[in-house]
């Protein structure tokens, strides 16, 4: 009886976000999941991607269990930001996602970012209505974290592996992260990145910016 309960709850969940997916579609935005462990530095990532979108418009959903810390970093970087705050929930829904967005006016964007709750495991699983998903990791995580949590890694269009100047101060294996992650999802980009001194920002643009053209052309 429980599981059939849990099953109908994602499906509904699954549909909401397929008529989000949809909309955005036809608005010719761009919507990323951002999916990371707590403090990997995916807030970092969005205001970096803000100083460096030339002239892309793009807005933020923040989903914290608590505090609108997050979405105050994003406004500060002139972007619109909405938080969600799931008050114990450890990721987000489609609902929360497209209630959120009543904020926003999705008709003036190229890009919707929406930054999950930190963690590495519940929203692999739920569809928020994105065109793909984006893992953010980070060096000081450990080089395991694929092997350890495959779901995400398995799902993700892209990985940006984040604190890449903190490599000579840790034990991080970088060669072996690199093969797992690819073991695991072959099709998936790697990108390595620093947030706080900009290696591989351009890239991540670049990235981006592939993914928009591609959409729009389809
Ligand atoms: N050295 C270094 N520190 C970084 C980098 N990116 C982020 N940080 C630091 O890592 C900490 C967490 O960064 P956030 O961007 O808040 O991480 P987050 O993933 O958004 O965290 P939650 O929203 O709590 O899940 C902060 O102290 C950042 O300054 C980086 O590239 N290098
Ligand atoms: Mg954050």
Redesign the pocket.
């Known amino acids: 009886m429980k599981i059939k309960l849990a099953r109908d709850i994602l499906k509904a969940n699954d549909q909401l976000a397929d008529g989000f997916r949809r909309r955005l579609g036809e608005l010719g935005v761009l919507s990323v999941n951002l999916i990371g462990s707590p403090g990997s530095g995916?807030?970092s990532l969005l205001e970096r991607t803000l100083e460096n979108l030339g002239g892309l418009r793009a807005a933020v959903i923040e989903g914290d269990i608590a505090t609108a810390l997050?979405a105050e970093r994003i406004e500060r970087k002139g972007a619109p930001a909405v938080q969600v705050n799931t008050e114990g929930a450890c990721h987000l829904d489609a609902n929360m996602v497209i209630d959120a967005a009543e904020e926003l006016d999705l008709a003036r964007l190229d890009l919707l970012f929406v930054?999950n709750v930190?963690n590495l495991v519940c929203p692999a699983g739920w569809d928020l209505g994105e065109d793909l998903k984006v893992v953010v990791a980070s060096v000081t995580e450990g080089d395991e974290k694929p092997r350890k949590y495959p779901a995400i890694f398995e799902r993700a269009a892209a990985c940006v592996l984040n604190k890449v100047d903190l490599l000579p101060h840790v034990d991080f294996d970088l060669e072996r992260f690199k093969r797992d992650a690819g073991v695991l999802n072959p099709d998936m980009t790697v990108m390595l990145l620093s947030a706080k001194e900009g290696t591989g920002v351009p890239e991540w643009v670049d990235w981006l910016k592939t993914k928009l053209a591609e959409k729009r052309s389809r």
């Open positions: 995916k807030t997050d930054e930190g």
